[in-house]
């Protein structure tokens, strides 16, 4: 597949619908990843795993994903030796749980979801892992209880606090220290308790200024009455802050232990995630799972495409028995590119392992590559106009492809002449028919219709026309060819009957009529005596416009016998008939009298040493005669 195959098949769109079923980002991030499988044992498994996953939402059994997230980031720090925080673990005790519950609820599934049920038996349980994070933390916090030290410099850090609150309490009741106070409350500053001092008294007490008011009229002080206490303090928590990091420490290290088995139940989860994923999106669709093959045979019973809302006309399809290559004929507007789409999208689906919006009966086949060239590919950077473009597309895929390859070309062979593009679009069909591409081709042109209804491996088919209303009904009809939808309509204008059946005609064999009409039914004009046809000749230095460039040229010189005019244009010399031709603007009104005309065909160089030559300058002279020279060299 390339880039190009996925964009104009809107692959990723579908993806993205998919993906908002998945509960985590594990999921969501393989589905990102997700590609079609050209194997056909790789998608039957995808398709298996779907469809085990759908019976057991059908049976009302939902797997419990809800809760799981994504800790491939905390298991990522982990294997680098970084100590997890206690939120860290709380999710990844959540997670190993949340496997638990997984591997439980597959545990008498095996009859449902034989492979499900498979995948669950490679998960491992982790109860030790959860009680010990359970255990030890409480809140994101590492609990009291997790260790008698940390119990014990808790309980000394709480006696120590109360202490310095009780004396803190009697410096704001004592009298003496009334005036000097601004507030009457303890304020923690830094894990060190102070006293609101007004900022012009701080001299005056006994104590260490820990932090100023933003205006400055306040100081938080810590009383020499506390110091020591908030030293012992500070070392307490020190102690708190080492046997917290030794607990989370050995908590993180019973993971690092494991991590293999964590690492295998991340994938086995993610897969879990993508594959219901999967099954939601073919309930939330009525989906079904197809019959699959890799000899190129693809059905279509009653499709449709997984991105189009509303009412949408289902599509009957199928190619790769009777015929390789069908070649779809209709109206603008009427369907035919979104029956390329639809197609292409649907494989692109079961190759991935998606279920689609289909019947019972569809089958789809396998491909190595599926290429597509739909809409307008011009590139401006390129400097590459869209019949180019096409055709380099074309020319790559025509170097990628294989024998099994899906082809897809909206409007083959348009952008140029008609005849070359038929011409060259029938040879395009036969080139990828005889490499042994399955092909399906939308065209205007009759030619390659009728080279398909020649070809016994080539098939027809038409989008369906309401003759009566003139308008579409996207419907496609294999084994026909519509009608030109241009005789329909020119019926509808009451063109006559026979001129409709005469071209007809035309279309199919053109056999032109080229009877000369005899001369009695030609109304002659009536010529008056000595009445004679003013026809102006042209003058040199005349500027006319040629009809059909839209643009003007010099007459270089008259009229001929032959009514043919030489023309000065764009720096070249070209022959035109007088009646291809538009007199713009006289020479005589263009130039003064006397002007000499043919320096109006030659260039400044030259009319500059022709003037050289003429006052006798000998660079000019040595300049020609160097010329003559290297002429008779060679």
């Not at 820990?210 to 100081?219: A, F, H, L």
């Not at 490499?435 to 989008?463: L, P, Q, W």
Request: with cysteine; net charge neutral.
């Amino acid at each position: 597949m390339n880039g190009m195959t996925f964009d104009k098949l809107q692959y990723h769109e579908l993806k993205n619908k998919v993906k908002h079923h998945c509960v985590s980002s594990l999921g969501k991030k393989l589905i990102d990843k997700l590609e079609p499988s050209s194997s056909i044992k790789a998608v039957r498994n995808r398709l298996n795993e779907t469809s085990e996953a759908r019976r057991l939402l059908d049976a009302e059994k939902h797997l419990p994903l809800t809760g799981i997230s994504n800790i491939t980031g905390i298991i990522e720090k982990v294997e680098k030796g970084i100590i997890l925080t206690p939120s860290e673990l709380n999710a990844v005790s959540d997670f190993l749980r949340g496997c638990r519950k997984i591997k439980k609820f597959m545990a008498d599934k095996e009859f449902f979801a034989p492979v499900l049920y498979t995948y669950a038996l490679s998960m491992t349980e982790f109860r030790n892992i959860e009680e010990e994070i359970l255990y030890a933390i409480k809140g994101n916090m590492v609990d009291s209880g997790a260790s008698k030290e940390l119990k014990r410099i808790r309980n000394q850090i709480a006696k120590t606090e109360e202490k310095i609150e009780e004396r803190l309490n009697k410096f704001l009741r004592s009298s003496a220290n009334k005036e000097y106070i601004q507030e009457f409350y303890i304020s923690k500053k830094d894990d060190r308790f102070t006293i609101p001092i007004k900022a012009s008294f701080k001299n005056q007490v006994a104590g260490t200024v820990v932090e100023t008011s933003s205006k400055g009229s306040t100081v938080f002080m810590e009383p020499d009455a506390v110091s020591k206490l908030n030293v012992e303090l500070s070392m307490l928590k020190s102690e708190e802050s080492v046997e917290e990091y030794q607990i989370l420490a050995t908590l993180s290290g019973a993971i690092l232990e494991s991590i293999h088995e964590i690492n295998i139940n991340i994938e086995c989860i993610s897969q879990y995630d993508m594959i219901f994923a999967k099954a939601k999106y073919s309930k939330s669709t009525d989906g079904i799972e197809p019959a699959i093959n890799n000899h190129g045979f693809i059905k279509l019973v009653n499709s449709k495409h997984p991105l189009l809302e509303g009412s949408v006309v289902p599509l009957d399809f199928e190619i790769g028995k009777d015929y390789r290559s069908l070649v779809i004929t209709g109206p603008n507007a009427g369907g035919k590119t979104v029956v390329l789409k639809t197609i292409g999208i649907l494989t692109l689906a079961v190759m991935s392992g998606f279920h689609i919006k289909a019947k019972p009966g569809s089958e789809i086949a396998i491909f190595d590559n599926i290429f597509v060239d739909i809409g307008d590919n011009q590139s401006i950077e390129n400097a590459l106009s869209t019949f180019s473009s096409h055709m380099k597309n074309i020319s790559e895929i025509m170097s990628a492809s294989t024998n099994n390859t899906l082809l897809l070309f909206d409007e083959i062979g348009s952008g140029t002449e008609p005849n070359e593009g038929a011409a060259l679009a029938i040879a395009i069909l036969e080139e990828f028919y005889h490499m042994g591409c399955i092909t399906v081709a939308t065209t205007h042109y009759g030619e390659i219709k009728r080279y398909s209804e020649m070809h016994g491996d080539f098939m027809n088919a038409a989008m369906l026309f309401d003759s009566a209303e003139l308008r579409p009904m996207y419907k496609l009809l294999i084994g026909e060819s519509g009608e030109s939808n241009a005789l329909w309509i020119s019926r509808k204008m009451n063109i006559r009957e026979h001129v409709l059946k005469r071209a007809q005609l035309y279309i199919e064999n053109k056999e032109y009529n080229l009877e000369a009409v005899r001369e009695n039914k030609i109304k002659k004009p009536v010529i008056e005596v000595n009445q004679t046809e003013d026809v102006y000749q042209y003058d040199i230095g005349d500027r006319v416009k040629v009809i059909s460039e839209d643009d003007y040229a010099i007459v270089y010189e008259p009229i001929d016998k032959f009514n043919n005019i030489k023309l000065f244009y764009k720096n070249e010399l070209v022959e035109v008939n007088s009646k291809r031709i538009e007199l713009d603007i006289k020479a005589s009104e263009l130039y003064p009298e006397g002007y000499d005309r043919n320096t109006l065909f030659t260039s400044y160089h030259e009319r500059k040493l022709q003037h050289d030559l003429e006052r006798g300058s000998k660079k000019a002279l040595r300049k020609v005669e160097k010329e003559i020279r290297n002429r008779k060299q060679e």
